[in-house]
Protein backbone atom coordinates (compact mmCIF):
# COMPACT_ATOMS: atom_id res chain seq x y z
CA UNK A 1 0.00 0.00 0.00
CA UNK A 2 2.49 2.58 0.63
CA UNK A 3 4.38 1.61 -2.70
CA UNK A 4 0.51 2.01 -4.28
CA UNK A 5 0.11 5.50 -2.45
CA UNK A 6 3.53 6.55 -4.04
CA UNK A 7 2.64 5.70 -7.35
CA UNK A 8 -0.20 7.98 -7.23
CA UNK A 9 1.51 11.06 -5.96
CA UNK A 10 4.14 9.93 -9.04
CA UNK A 11 1.43 9.85 -11.77
CA UNK A 12 0.11 13.45 -10.71
CA UNK A 13 3.84 14.65 -10.54
CA UNK A 14 4.76 13.48 -14.14
CA UNK A 15 0.83 15.23 -15.41
CA UNK A 16 2.26 18.08 -13.58
CA UNK A 17 5.52 17.63 -15.34
CA UNK A 18 3.95 17.38 -18.67
CA UNK A 19 1.68 20.79 -17.74
CA UNK A 20 5.00 22.94 -17.11
CA UNK A 21 3.81 22.85 -13.23
CA UNK A 22 6.89 22.98 -11.76
CA UNK A 23 5.83 23.44 -8.34
CA UNK A 24 3.47 21.16 -8.23
CA UNK A 25 5.69 18.86 -9.69
CA UNK A 26 8.18 19.44 -7.25
CA UNK A 27 5.73 18.79 -4.31
CA UNK A 28 4.62 15.72 -5.82
CA UNK A 29 7.30 13.93 -6.19
CA UNK A 30 8.53 14.67 -2.54
CA UNK A 31 5.76 12.96 -1.76
CA UNK A 32 6.29 10.10 -3.86
CA UNK A 33 9.41 9.85 -2.40
CA UNK A 34 8.51 9.84 0.84
CA UNK A 35 5.90 6.88 0.33
CA UNK A 36 8.72 5.25 -1.90
CA UNK A 37 11.67 5.06 0.48
CA UNK A 38 9.15 3.73 3.66
CA UNK A 39 7.88 1.18 1.15
CA UNK A 40 11.69 0.29 0.22
CA UNK A 41 12.74 -0.09 3.59
CA UNK A 42 9.80 -2.43 4.72
CA UNK A 43 10.08 -4.42 1.55
CA UNK A 44 14.01 -5.05 2.15
CA UNK A 45 12.92 -5.86 5.96
CA UNK A 46 10.27 -8.66 4.19
CA UNK A 47 12.64 -9.97 1.77
CA UNK A 48 10.19 -9.13 -1.04
CA UNK A 49 12.53 -8.37 -3.76
CA UNK A 50 10.29 -8.38 -6.80
CA UNK A 51 8.70 -4.92 -4.49
CA UNK A 52 11.87 -3.87 -4.15
CA UNK A 53 13.05 -3.93 -7.87
CA UNK A 54 9.81 -2.51 -8.82
CA UNK A 55 10.35 1.01 -5.89
CA UNK A 56 14.20 1.24 -7.11
CA UNK A 57 12.78 1.28 -10.81
CA UNK A 58 10.03 4.22 -9.75
CA UNK A 59 12.76 6.48 -7.53
CA UNK A 60 15.55 6.32 -10.37
CA UNK A 61 12.14 7.47 -12.68
CA UNK A 62 11.49 10.42 -10.20
CA UNK A 63 14.96 11.34 -10.34
CA UNK A 64 14.94 11.36 -13.97
CA UNK A 65 12.44 14.07 -13.79
CA UNK A 66 14.02 16.06 -11.11
CA UNK A 67 17.34 15.98 -13.42
CA UNK A 68 19.03 14.38 -10.81
CA UNK A 69 20.67 12.05 -13.57
CA UNK A 70 23.25 10.64 -10.85
CA UNK A 71 21.18 9.59 -8.61
CA UNK A 72 18.60 8.48 -11.55
CA UNK A 73 21.80 6.08 -12.81
CA UNK A 74 22.65 4.48 -9.25
CA UNK A 75 18.64 3.76 -8.66
CA UNK A 76 18.16 2.14 -12.29
CA UNK A 77 21.20 -0.20 -11.38
CA UNK A 78 20.07 -1.69 -8.14
CA UNK A 79 16.93 -2.09 -9.91
CA UNK A 80 18.44 -4.15 -12.37
CA UNK A 81 20.72 -5.77 -10.42
CA UNK A 82 17.46 -7.36 -8.32
CA UNK A 83 15.24 -7.62 -11.15
CA UNK A 84 17.95 -10.25 -12.96
CA UNK A 85 18.58 -12.20 -9.85
CA UNK A 86 14.62 -12.96 -9.69
CA UNK A 87 14.07 -12.83 -13.47
CA UNK A 88 11.14 -10.18 -13.32
CA UNK A 89 11.18 -9.38 -16.89
CA UNK A 90 8.51 -6.68 -16.36
CA UNK A 91 10.29 -4.91 -13.97
CA UNK A 92 13.78 -5.25 -16.22
CA UNK A 93 11.79 -3.62 -19.39
CA UNK A 94 10.65 -0.37 -17.47
CA UNK A 95 14.20 -0.21 -16.43
CA UNK A 96 15.46 -0.47 -19.77
CA UNK A 97 13.41 2.00 -20.81
CA UNK A 98 13.86 4.49 -17.71
CA UNK A 99 17.60 4.39 -19.20
CA UNK A 100 16.94 5.20 -22.48
CA UNK A 101 15.35 8.30 -21.23
CA UNK A 102 18.30 8.88 -18.90
CA UNK A 103 21.18 8.46 -21.26
CA UNK A 104 18.75 10.52 -23.61
CA UNK A 105 18.33 13.48 -21.39
CA UNK A 106 22.11 13.43 -20.86
CA UNK A 107 23.14 13.23 -24.62
CA UNK A 108 25.03 9.88 -24.84
CA UNK A 109 22.65 8.30 -27.77
CA UNK A 110 25.17 5.38 -28.00
CA UNK A 111 23.97 4.01 -25.01
CA UNK A 112 20.39 5.01 -25.32
CA UNK A 113 20.12 3.19 -28.28
CA UNK A 114 21.37 0.25 -26.67
CA UNK A 115 18.86 0.11 -23.82
CA UNK A 116 16.06 1.05 -26.13
CA UNK A 117 16.83 -1.75 -28.39
CA UNK A 118 16.90 -3.88 -24.98
CA UNK A 119 13.71 -2.14 -24.15
CA UNK A 120 11.95 -3.42 -27.82
CA UNK A 121 13.79 -7.19 -27.68
CA UNK A 122 12.39 -7.73 -24.28
CA UNK A 123 8.94 -6.25 -25.06
CA UNK A 124 8.60 -8.31 -28.25
CA UNK A 125 9.81 -11.65 -27.18
CA UNK A 126 6.78 -11.19 -23.91
CA UNK A 127 4.44 -10.12 -26.65
CA UNK A 128 4.96 -13.22 -28.66
CA UNK A 129 5.17 -15.71 -25.45
CA UNK A 130 1.59 -13.63 -24.53
CA UNK A 131 0.15 -14.16 -28.09
CA UNK A 132 0.78 -17.73 -28.36
CA UNK A 133 -1.09 -18.16 -25.00
CA UNK A 134 -3.93 -16.25 -26.27
CA UNK A 135 -4.43 -18.32 -29.63
CA UNK A 136 -4.19 -21.06 -27.86
CA UNK A 137 -6.68 -20.62 -25.63
CA UNK A 138 -9.11 -19.46 -28.30
CA UNK A 139 -8.75 -22.81 -29.85
CA UNK A 140 -9.21 -24.36 -26.86
CA UNK A 141 -12.25 -22.41 -26.66
CA UNK A 142 -13.43 -22.85 -29.57
CA UNK A 143 -13.23 -26.40 -29.89
CA UNK A 144 -14.74 -27.05 -26.29
CA UNK A 145 -17.78 -24.84 -27.57
CA UNK A 146 -17.81 -26.28 -30.98
CA UNK A 147 -18.02 -29.58 -28.81
CA UNK A 148 -21.13 -28.55 -26.84
CA UNK A 149 -22.95 -27.24 -29.89
CA UNK A 150 -22.67 -30.51 -31.86
CA UNK A 151 -23.36 -32.96 -28.43
CA UNK A 152 -26.37 -30.79 -27.86
CA UNK A 153 -27.55 -31.39 -31.65
CA UNK A 154 -26.68 -34.96 -31.30
CA UNK A 155 -28.74 -35.06 -28.13
CA UNK A 156 -31.56 -33.45 -30.03
CA UNK A 157 -31.90 -35.83 -32.73
CA UNK A 158 -31.44 -38.81 -29.86
CA UNK A 159 -34.82 -37.48 -28.54
CA UNK A 160 -36.51 -36.86 -32.05
CA UNK A 161 -35.66 -40.53 -32.96
CA UNK A 162 -36.90 -41.65 -29.68
CA UNK A 163 -40.42 -39.99 -30.58
CA UNK A 164 -40.32 -41.39 -33.97
CA UNK A 165 -40.09 -44.76 -32.21
CA UNK A 166 -42.94 -44.05 -29.83
CA UNK A 167 -45.06 -42.34 -32.21
CA UNK A 168 -44.84 -45.55 -34.12
CA UNK A 169 -45.97 -47.65 -30.81
CA UNK A 170 -48.37 -45.47 -30.61
CA UNK A 171 -50.40 -46.26 -33.90
CA UNK A 172 -49.65 -49.81 -33.44
CA UNK A 173 -51.66 -49.59 -30.28
CA UNK A 174 -54.19 -47.09 -31.88
CA UNK A 175 -55.02 -49.03 -34.92
CA UNK A 176 -55.70 -52.68 -32.67
CA UNK A 177 -57.28 -50.20 -30.49
CA UNK A 178 -59.59 -49.17 -33.20
CA UNK A 179 -60.70 -52.74 -33.73
CA UNK A 180 -62.29 -52.97 -30.16
CA UNK A 181 -63.48 -49.91 -28.85
CA UNK A 182 -64.01 -45.89 -30.78
CA UNK A 183 -62.95 -44.12 -27.70
CA UNK A 184 -59.60 -45.63 -26.72
CA UNK A 185 -58.89 -45.14 -30.80
CA UNK A 186 -59.99 -41.33 -29.65
CA UNK A 187 -57.49 -41.34 -27.18
CA UNK A 188 -54.72 -42.47 -28.68
CA UNK A 189 -54.83 -40.19 -31.93
CA UNK A 190 -54.58 -37.36 -29.10
CA UNK A 191 -51.75 -38.37 -27.78
CA UNK A 192 -50.41 -38.98 -30.94
CA UNK A 193 -51.10 -35.62 -32.23
CA UNK A 194 -49.15 -34.33 -28.79
CA UNK A 195 -45.98 -36.04 -29.75
CA UNK A 196 -45.98 -34.88 -33.36
CA UNK A 197 -46.97 -31.40 -32.04
CA UNK A 198 -43.41 -32.08 -29.78
CA UNK A 199 -41.20 -33.57 -32.26
CA UNK A 200 -42.05 -30.22 -34.82
CA UNK A 201 -41.40 -28.33 -31.90
CA UNK A 202 -37.95 -30.10 -31.36
CA UNK A 203 -37.05 -30.02 -35.23
CA UNK A 204 -38.01 -26.53 -35.33
CA UNK A 205 -35.50 -26.24 -32.34
CA UNK A 206 -32.48 -27.68 -33.74
CA UNK A 207 -32.57 -26.11 -37.47
CA UNK A 208 -32.65 -23.09 -35.64
CA UNK A 209 -30.01 -23.62 -33.63
CA UNK A 210 -28.52 -24.62 -37.13
CA UNK A 211 -28.96 -21.10 -38.50
CA UNK A 212 -27.81 -19.37 -35.11
CA UNK A 213 -24.83 -21.45 -34.73
CA UNK A 214 -23.65 -20.31 -38.37
CA UNK A 215 -20.07 -22.11 -38.77
CA UNK A 216 -19.00 -18.98 -41.74
CA UNK A 217 -20.54 -16.04 -39.19
CA UNK A 218 -18.46 -17.85 -36.67
CA UNK A 219 -15.12 -18.64 -38.36
CA UNK A 220 -15.45 -14.49 -39.75
CA UNK A 221 -15.79 -13.39 -35.98
CA UNK A 222 -12.99 -15.34 -35.19
CA UNK A 223 -11.15 -14.38 -38.28
CA UNK A 224 -11.58 -11.04 -37.36
CA UNK A 225 -10.50 -11.31 -33.63
CA UNK A 226 -7.31 -13.52 -34.79
CA UNK A 227 -6.44 -10.08 -37.34
CA UNK A 228 -6.69 -8.06 -33.47
CA UNK A 229 -4.12 -10.12 -32.53
CA UNK A 230 -1.77 -10.08 -35.14
CA UNK A 231 -1.49 -6.22 -35.11
CA UNK A 232 -1.19 -6.18 -31.55
CA UNK A 233 -4.57 -4.79 -30.41
CA UNK A 234 -5.28 -7.47 -27.51
CA UNK A 235 -7.64 -5.00 -26.05
CA UNK A 236 -10.10 -4.92 -28.74
CA UNK A 237 -8.98 -9.03 -29.49
CA UNK A 238 -10.20 -9.65 -25.93
CA UNK A 239 -13.56 -7.51 -26.64
CA UNK A 240 -14.98 -9.07 -29.33
CA UNK A 241 -14.21 -12.75 -28.43
CA UNK A 242 -16.15 -11.90 -24.92
CA UNK A 243 -18.70 -10.52 -27.21
CA UNK A 244 -18.45 -14.04 -29.40
CA UNK A 245 -18.49 -16.18 -26.52
CA UNK A 246 -21.50 -14.23 -24.49
CA UNK A 247 -23.19 -14.69 -28.19
CA UNK A 248 -22.76 -18.36 -28.50
CA UNK A 249 -23.76 -19.08 -24.78
CA UNK A 250 -27.19 -16.95 -24.97
CA UNK A 251 -27.52 -19.11 -28.25
CA UNK A 252 -27.64 -22.36 -26.69
CA UNK A 253 -28.91 -21.19 -23.41
CA UNK A 254 -31.88 -20.32 -25.37
CA UNK A 255 -32.49 -21.66 -28.46
CA UNK A 256 -34.50 -24.33 -25.70
CA UNK A 257 -37.06 -22.04 -24.63
CA UNK A 258 -40.08 -20.91 -25.80
CA UNK A 259 -40.19 -17.62 -24.67
CA UNK A 260 -37.44 -15.14 -23.55
CA UNK A 261 -37.46 -11.61 -22.51
CA UNK A 262 -37.29 -8.45 -24.23
CA UNK A 263 -33.90 -8.15 -22.12
CA UNK A 264 -31.99 -10.83 -23.33
CA UNK A 265 -32.99 -10.95 -26.89
CA UNK A 266 -31.98 -7.53 -27.00
CA UNK A 267 -29.02 -8.59 -25.62
CA UNK A 268 -28.38 -11.11 -28.17
CA UNK A 269 -29.13 -8.65 -30.90
CA UNK A 270 -26.49 -6.08 -29.57
CA UNK A 271 -24.12 -9.06 -29.41
CA UNK A 272 -24.39 -10.26 -33.11
CA UNK A 273 -24.73 -6.56 -34.54
CA UNK A 274 -21.28 -5.74 -32.69
CA UNK A 275 -19.71 -8.69 -34.50
CA UNK A 276 -21.36 -8.14 -38.09
CA UNK A 277 -19.77 -4.83 -37.67
CA UNK A 278 -16.75 -5.42 -36.56
CA UNK A 279 -17.01 -8.10 -39.94
CA UNK A 280 -17.50 -5.14 -42.43
CA UNK A 281 -15.03 -2.86 -40.87
CA UNK A 282 -17.46 -0.30 -39.02
CA UNK A 283 -19.08 -0.04 -42.63
CA UNK A 284 -22.10 -0.72 -40.40
CA UNK A 285 -23.73 0.69 -37.80
CA UNK A 286 -27.19 0.05 -36.38
CA UNK A 287 -29.32 1.40 -33.28
CA UNK A 288 -31.50 -0.66 -30.78
CA UNK A 289 -34.38 1.73 -28.95
CA UNK A 290 -37.00 0.27 -26.35
CA UNK A 291 -40.17 2.85 -25.65
CA UNK A 292 -39.70 3.79 -22.04
CA UNK A 293 -42.84 2.59 -20.99
CA UNK A 294 -41.88 -0.93 -21.69
CA UNK A 295 -40.04 -2.51 -18.62
CA UNK A 296 -37.76 -5.01 -20.86
CA UNK A 297 -37.55 -7.96 -18.26
CA UNK A 298 -40.99 -8.12 -18.07
CA UNK A 299 -42.15 -8.60 -21.80
CA UNK A 300 -42.06 -12.11 -23.47
CA UNK A 301 -41.39 -12.98 -26.95
CA UNK A 302 -40.33 -16.10 -29.07
CA UNK A 303 -36.31 -16.39 -29.32
CA UNK A 304 -33.91 -15.18 -32.15
CA UNK A 305 -37.03 -14.35 -33.89
CA UNK A 306 -35.60 -11.28 -35.41
CA UNK A 307 -32.17 -12.19 -36.32
CA UNK A 308 -33.14 -14.14 -39.65
CA UNK A 309 -34.42 -10.78 -40.81
CA UNK A 310 -31.10 -8.70 -40.01
CA UNK A 311 -29.33 -11.20 -41.40
CA UNK A 312 -31.03 -10.87 -44.62
CA UNK A 313 -30.61 -7.11 -44.78
CA UNK A 314 -26.86 -7.65 -43.92
CA UNK A 315 -26.21 -10.25 -46.60
CA UNK A 316 -28.98 -9.01 -49.37
CA UNK A 317 -29.69 -5.64 -48.45
CA UNK A 318 -26.71 -4.02 -48.47
CA UNK A 319 -25.55 -6.31 -51.35
CA UNK A 320 -23.74 -3.62 -54.56
CA UNK A 321 -24.22 -0.34 -52.02
CA UNK A 322 -21.48 2.17 -51.65
CA UNK A 323 -23.05 3.87 -48.84
CA UNK A 324 -22.91 2.79 -44.73
CA UNK A 325 -25.28 0.35 -43.89
CA UNK A 326 -27.84 1.00 -40.96
CA UNK A 327 -29.82 -1.20 -39.22
CA UNK A 328 -32.45 0.13 -36.83
CA UNK A 329 -34.59 -1.88 -34.32
CA UNK A 330 -37.53 -0.28 -32.29
CA UNK A 331 -39.51 -1.94 -29.75
CA UNK A 332 -43.06 -0.37 -28.78
CA UNK A 333 -46.56 -1.32 -27.10
CA UNK A 334 -49.29 -0.74 -29.75
CA UNK A 335 -52.85 -1.86 -29.03
CA UNK A 336 -51.45 -4.59 -25.97
CA UNK A 337 -49.36 -5.70 -28.79
CA UNK A 338 -45.13 -5.65 -28.67
CA UNK A 339 -44.69 -3.90 -32.04
CA UNK A 340 -41.05 -4.42 -33.65
CA UNK A 341 -39.93 -2.24 -36.43
CA UNK A 342 -36.71 -3.12 -38.54
CA UNK A 343 -35.45 -0.71 -40.65
CA UNK A 344 -32.48 -0.74 -43.06
CA UNK A 345 -30.91 1.74 -45.82
CA UNK A 346 -30.06 -0.95 -48.16
CA UNK A 347 -31.78 -2.14 -51.77
CA UNK A 348 -35.29 -2.59 -50.47
CA UNK A 349 -36.88 -6.20 -50.47
CA UNK A 350 -37.85 -6.28 -54.20
CA UNK A 351 -34.78 -5.24 -55.46
CA UNK A 352 -32.99 -7.99 -53.13
CA UNK A 353 -35.69 -10.62 -54.69
CA UNK A 354 -34.73 -9.73 -58.25
CA UNK A 355 -30.84 -9.80 -57.53
CA UNK A 356 -31.50 -13.67 -56.43
CA UNK A 357 -33.79 -14.74 -58.69
CA UNK A 358 -31.41 -13.21 -61.51
CA UNK A 359 -28.34 -14.53 -59.73
CA UNK A 360 -29.47 -17.39 -58.65
CA UNK A 361 -28.49 -16.70 -54.59
CA UNK A 362 -29.44 -19.33 -52.45
CA UNK A 363 -32.46 -18.33 -50.53
CA UNK A 364 -32.34 -17.55 -46.32
CA UNK A 365 -33.02 -20.82 -45.12
CA UNK A 366 -33.09 -19.10 -41.19
CA UNK A 367 -36.27 -16.77 -43.07
CA UNK A 368 -38.36 -19.91 -44.18
CA UNK A 369 -37.72 -21.11 -40.50
CA UNK A 370 -39.04 -18.13 -39.29
CA UNK A 371 -41.94 -18.69 -41.11
CA UNK A 372 -42.24 -21.99 -39.87
CA UNK A 373 -41.95 -21.34 -36.34
CA UNK A 374 -44.73 -18.59 -37.13
CA UNK A 375 -47.05 -21.09 -38.49
CA UNK A 376 -46.41 -23.29 -35.38
CA UNK A 377 -46.84 -20.65 -32.74
CA UNK A 378 -49.88 -19.13 -33.87
CA UNK A 379 -51.99 -22.96 -33.77
CA UNK A 380 -52.56 -22.37 -30.45
CA UNK A 381 -53.07 -18.56 -29.81
CA UNK A 382 -56.49 -16.73 -30.36
CA UNK A 383 -54.10 -13.53 -31.23
CA UNK A 384 -51.89 -14.42 -34.15
CA UNK A 385 -48.55 -13.17 -34.42
CA UNK A 386 -47.56 -11.62 -37.55
CA UNK A 387 -45.42 -9.70 -39.39
CA UNK A 388 -45.14 -7.48 -42.44
CA UNK A 389 -41.96 -6.22 -44.97
CA UNK A 390 -42.26 -3.33 -47.48
CA UNK A 391 -39.98 -0.92 -49.01
CA UNK A 392 -38.65 2.28 -48.02
CA UNK A 393 -39.51 4.76 -50.99
CA UNK A 394 -38.90 8.13 -51.32
CA UNK A 395 -40.81 11.21 -53.21
CA UNK A 396 -39.58 9.74 -56.71
CA UNK A 397 -40.67 6.64 -56.02
CA UNK A 398 -37.06 4.98 -55.31
CA UNK A 399 -35.82 1.82 -53.19
CA UNK A 400 -34.32 3.38 -49.92
CA UNK A 401 -34.49 1.19 -47.32
CA UNK A 402 -36.65 -2.14 -46.13
CA UNK A 403 -39.11 -2.15 -42.99
CA UNK A 404 -40.48 -4.86 -41.31
CA UNK A 405 -42.80 -4.69 -38.96
CA UNK A 406 -43.57 -7.16 -36.20
CA UNK A 407 -46.66 -7.71 -33.79
CA UNK A 408 -46.34 -9.79 -31.23
CA UNK A 409 -49.63 -10.51 -28.64
CA UNK A 410 -48.96 -9.90 -25.08
CA UNK A 411 -50.06 -11.90 -22.66
Known amino acids: WLANIGGAYQVQGDSANVARKTRMMTEMSAKALEYYTKA ?82 L ?3 IFNENTKKIISELQIKYQTEKKEAENKLLSKQNEIQKLRIRNSRYLIIGLVGLCILILSACVLLIRQNKLRTRQLAIQLEQKLLRTQMNPHFIFNALASIES ?33 TLEKETEILNSYLSLQKLRFDDDLEYNIEIDKSIVPEQIYLPPMLLQPFIENAIEHGFRGTKQKGFISVLFSIMNNNLEVRITDNGIGITT ?60
Not at 244 to 256: D, G, T
Not at 376 to 392: A, G
Open 40 to 121: LKLSEELGNNYTKANILSDIGAINITKKLYNEAEEFLRKSLDVATKINAFDVIMAVYQHFYELYKHIKKPSKALEYYEKYAA
Open 352 to 411: AEQQKAQHKIHRSMAMQITRERLKYLNKSKKQKLNFNVRDILNENQENTGTEIIFSIPLP
Open 123 to 125: KNS
Open 228 to 260: FIYEHRPKEAGTYLSTLSRLIQLILENSASEYI
